[in-house]
């Protein structure tokens, strides 16, 4: 059985994505990754519409069994804190509308499952990354292999689970 999973590394300028398969007893293959990206000096609800819309598209073209997505953690800007959360809203609404399953997992969750440590680096999550899914380099930019790693960690916790 192949499971495809659609991971999403949340941002409101730039948010990562990357699509990964695995079939039971092999490891993880690359299908696409990359970024969307949102005008900065647009209104808020525009850059979320994109953003909608942008998962939507990746949701039809690739027909996730499930999509993960980081969870929300607090930073000390207060203001870019509710930024990821409108743009973790919006993905689980794309996610919901789609009939997509969604897995959450916490930043500190996945550098320690994908690199086995909670505190790597974002270097040492794309070098992971490239090793796991076998590429020549590690995906590119960093947001890409962090989501990347996130539909890693979705496939890694799958495998141990009985």
Same mark, same amino acid.
């Given at each position: ?18 699509? *990964? $398969?695995? #079939?039971?007893?092999? +490891?993880?293959?690359?299908?696409? %990754?990359? @970024?969307?990206?949102?005008? !900065? ?58 009939? *997509? $399953?969604? #897995?959450?997992?916490? +930043?500190?969750?996945?550098?320690? %499952?994908? @690199?086995?440590?909670?505190? !790597? ?42």
């Amino acid at each position: 059985m192949t499971v495809r999973v659609l991971g999403i590394d949340p941002g409101t300028a730039v948010m990562g994505y990357g699509v *990964v $398969e695995a #079939a039971r007893g092999r +490891p993880g293959r690359l299908v696409e %990754c990359g @970024v969307l990206r949102t005008d !900065a000096r647009a209104a808020a609800g525009v850059r979320l519409a994109g953003i909608y819309d942008g998962v939507e598209q990746l949701i039809a073209r690739h027909g996730p069994a499930v999509v993960a997505v980081e969870t929300s953690f607090y930073r000390k800007n207060v203001r870019t804190t509710v930024q990821l959360g409108q743009v973790r809203g919006v993905v689980l609404l794309a996610a919901a509308k789609a009939r *997509v $399953e969604v #897995a959450e997992f916490p +930043p500190a969750s996945v550098k320690k %499952c994908v @690199v086995g440590e909670g505190r !790597a680096t974002k270097d040492q999550v794309g070098y992971m990354v490239q090793r796991l899914l076998r590429l020549k380099g590690p995906p590119q930019p960093n947001d890409a292999a962090d989501a990347c790693a996130i539909a890693l960690t979705y496939l890694m916790t799958l495998r141990a689970t009985p």
